[in-house]
């Protein structure tokens, strides 16, 4: 003010002083900006609440396509060769990455005529009409399929878990976004019987609608507990059945066992269902643990191109501020659980997820396939129990205090609004 050559009355001065020194004391007790709160309020809502909207494919637009005339979109192939037999054509975990570029108008998500991208009320990447799939086999019966999953200029992947039953038949975990290419892929495994929603976390839940859609004869079944707020709406596709805890009356179950972990989290409910797949001994889980690799995953191979940006995309995910990159180390290459779900979820509700995360460490598995970044985690019962041990012990699975500052102060802030229920670490 005083540069422009106006004058303030000292009153009003010693006013804007105090205000100045009580916003401050405020930005320091919460958070180091408002970009940052609303990021964390937005990830904390999509988290733990799981907005349920009925996504609905839509026309590409005139940019989109112009776009794709360009060249500025491109296809990545996981799966290359023939497409005789179940098994042909899909790379096997270890290969060397292998990659098939072409025109992109030869795409056909990218034509006018057949293009179509997700309607999504949350900006999660990626925003066009591309949406390359990579397909893994990890085992004779168990496939990946990995999509860009991200928001702003933050992305990590994102899996769809399939698995080939004793008939033939395919029971599909945490669907993703059913493009051409994914369906493709899909059908030339087997039939689709069983498509199955693990959580009500709003990533997996947003393209359930629109897989079951494209498998009209396959049964749907949900985990507990789906709900949105602050307007509860309808799921928007045919529910076949519900997930419980030990059920042996499911048709898989012969073959597949199944926890739920079911909770109350404040305004809301969380849900996430862990799954035993005798056969090849795997823990298949959606949100509950991650192994964040030393590379981008294939799937968002341009990260790879820059120094770093690998790290600072990982650590933007976990912790939801500004990048430390020597805290990459602290978090990656271990099975680990995400500092988000840690804090929202799991911090305020110590007991029932104690309960549950012991109750799945009695399956002797021998790895562990998440629905984000690396797939298989070599790991058993005691890796897995390791991850949880902050559950009694807060001391135990220390995470960055720097880098947890974001994610502390929404917590703060949210626990004073009473819109969930308080930690420990909220005291401090």
């Known amino acids: 003010i005083q540069g422009r050559g106006r004058c303030t009355p000292s009153s009003n001065l010693a006013a804007l002083r105090s205000t100045h020194k009580s916003f401050s004391k405020m930005r320091r007790c919460y958070s180091p900006s408002a970009a940052s709160v609303l990021v964390a309020v937005w990830a904390s809502a999509h988290t733990a609440a799981g907005f349920a909207p009925s996504a609905r494919p839509l026309q590409s637009s005139p940019f989109a396509r112009t776009a794709a005339r360009n060249g500025l979109e491109k296809l990545k192939m996981g799966r290359i060769g023939s497409r005789s037999g179940a098994d042909e054509g899909f790379r096997e975990v270890g290969d060397a990455v292998r990659t098939q570029r072409r025109d992109p108008w030869d795409n056909p998500l990218a034509q006018p005529q057949t293009s179509k991208f997700w309607l999504n009320p949350f900006p ?9 799939t990579v397909a893994t086999r990890i085992s004779n019966d168990i496939y990946s399929f990995e999509q860009e999953h991200g928001f702003a200029n933050v992305s990590v992947s994102i899996r769809m878990t399939v698995v080939r039953l004793a008939d033939g038949g395919l029971w599909v975990h945490a669907p993703i976004a059913p493009t051409a290419e994914c369906v493709k892929m899909v059908e030339s495994l087997g039939v689709v019987k069983y498509v199955v929603l693990p959580t009500t976390g ?10 079951v859609n494209k498998f009209p004869n396959a049964q749907s079944w949900v985990a507990p507990g789906q709900w949105s707020w602050p307007v509860d709406i309808p799921l928007g596709f045919r529910v076949d059945g519900t997930l419980k805890n030990d059920d042996q009356s499911v048709p898989w179950a012969s073959e597949i066992e199944q926890k739920v972990l079911a909770t109350k989290v404040g305004i809301g409910k969380t849900t996430e269902v862990a799954f035993f797949h005798k056969k090849s001994a795997s823990l298949i889980v959606t949100d509950a643990v991650i192994f964040i690799p030393p590379e981008a995953p294939e799937v968002v191979a341009e990260y790879r191109q820059e120094d770093l940006k690998w790290e600072k995309s990982a650590l933007m995910a976990c912790f939801l501020g500004a990048p430390y990159t020597p805290s990459f180390a602290a978090i990656a290459g271990k099975v680990f659980v995400s500092p988000v779900v840690r804090t929202f979820i799991y911090e305020r509700t110590r007991d029932e997820t104690r309960a549950w995360v012991d109750d799945v460490a009695r399956w002797k598995f021998t790895s562990i396939i998440p629905a984000h970044l690396t797939a298989p985690i070599k790991a058993g019962p005691r890796e897995w129990l390791d991850a949880f041990k902050f559950l009694d ?3 135990e699975n220390k995470l960055p205090e720097g880098d947890m500052r974001p994610l502390n102060a929404i917590s703060k802030l949210l626990t004073l609004t009473g819109l969930v229920p308080p ?5 401090q």
């Not at 999660?124 to 390359?132: C, I």
Request: avoid cysteine; proline fraction near 15%.
């Open 393 to 395: 012990n807060p001391e």
């Open 202 to 211: 709003l990533e997996h839940k947003l393209f359930m609608g629109p897989f």
């Open 423 to 427: 930690r420990a670490a909220d005291a």
């Open 124 to 132: 999660l990447a990626p925003y066009g009409t591309a949406r390359p």
